[in-house]
């Protein structure tokens, strides 16, 4: 059933991750309540690309569920990658990150994803991949603390058409590229 509603959910990436103790999917798993999690955007501010996917995924998954009559779609079905498992690379001390590497870049094990330094920039200090990957997730805030989290990586099996998946699901759901209104009416 969570398959079915992370598919239905129709984002380019699925992550197929164990559920940790603690946290809500933990939670309703312990009920017996089947949940997906979104995770995209970036704290503190509104990210058009997220919101779009989140409310599309929203109503494409209660429409699976049958909490919503079923309709024609305007968008085509996406066939998603599922990643083994993903990663966070962390922050070895704390400074300012100059990050090298974009969303969506793939990245091999050991590759530079960015360089941390002191406040002075007398002090550099690579940040490297753990593992090879795809970039899912990155902090955009300059200034870390030891520990944080700064680059989330992805393993997929095929990396390469992972990404091209993904590139043609951003240039779909960007607000720059709309021709006309959305076909979805309202949720009433």
Request: charged share 25%.
């Given at each position: 059933?969570?398959?079915?509603?992370?598919?239905?959910?129709?984002?380019?990436?699925?992550?197929?991750?164990?559920?940790?103790?603690?946290?809500?999917?933990?939670?309703?798993?312990?009920?017996?309540?089947?949940?997906?999690?979104?995770?995209?955007?970036?704290?503190?501010?509104?990210?058009?690309?997220?919101?779009?996917?989140?409310?599309?995924?929203?109503?494409?998954?209660?429409?699976?569920?049958?909490?919503?009559?079923?309709?024609?779609?305007?968008?085509?079905?996406?066939?998603?990658?599922?990643?083994?498992?993903?990663?966070?690379?962390?922050?070895?001390?704390?400074?300012?990150?100059?990050?090298?590497?974009?969303?969506?870049?793939?990245?091999?094990?050991?590759?530079?994803l960015g360089v941390?330094?002191?406040?002075?920039?007398?002090?550099?200090?690579?940040?490297?991949?753990?593992?090879?990957?795809i970039i899912i997730?990155?902090?955009?805030?300059?200034?870390?603390?030891?520990?944080?989290?700064?680059?989330?990586?992805?393993?997929?099996d095929d990396a390469?058409?992972?990404?091209?998946?993904?590139?043609?699901?951003?240039?779909?759901?960007?607000?720059?590229?709309?021709?006309?209104?959305?076909?979805?009416?309202?949720?009433?």
């Amino acid at each position: 059933e969570i398959d079915r509603m992370a598919r239905a959910f129709n984002a380019p990436v699925i992550i197929d991750t164990t559920i940790t103790q603690g946290t809500l999917r933990n939670a309703a798993a312990t009920l017996g309540i089947k949940v997906i999690v979104y995770e995209a955007g970036e704290a503190l501010r509104f990210d058009e690309f997220a919101i779009r996917t989140g409310e599309r995924g929203i109503i494409s998954t209660m429409r699976e569920l049958g909490m919503l009559s079923r309709s024609k779609s305007a968008y085509r079905p996406v066939e998603p990658f599922v990643a083994r498992s993903s990663s966070w690379v962390r922050a070895q001390k704390s400074g300012i990150l100059r990050a090298n590497r974009r969303l969506g870049e793939k990245v091999g094990k050991g590759e530079l994803l960015g360089v941390l330094s002191d406040p002075f920039g007398s002090r550099d200090e690579p940040v490297s991949a753990t593992h090879e990957g795809i970039i899912i997730g990155r902090t955009n805030l300059p200034l870390v603390n030891e520990g944080e989290a700064l680059f989330h990586i992805a393993r997929f099996d095929d990396a390469l058409r992972s990404i091209d998946s993904v590139e043609i699901f951003r240039h779909e759901m960007d607000p720059a590229t709309d021709s006309i209104p959305s076909a979805e009416p309202p949720i009433v």
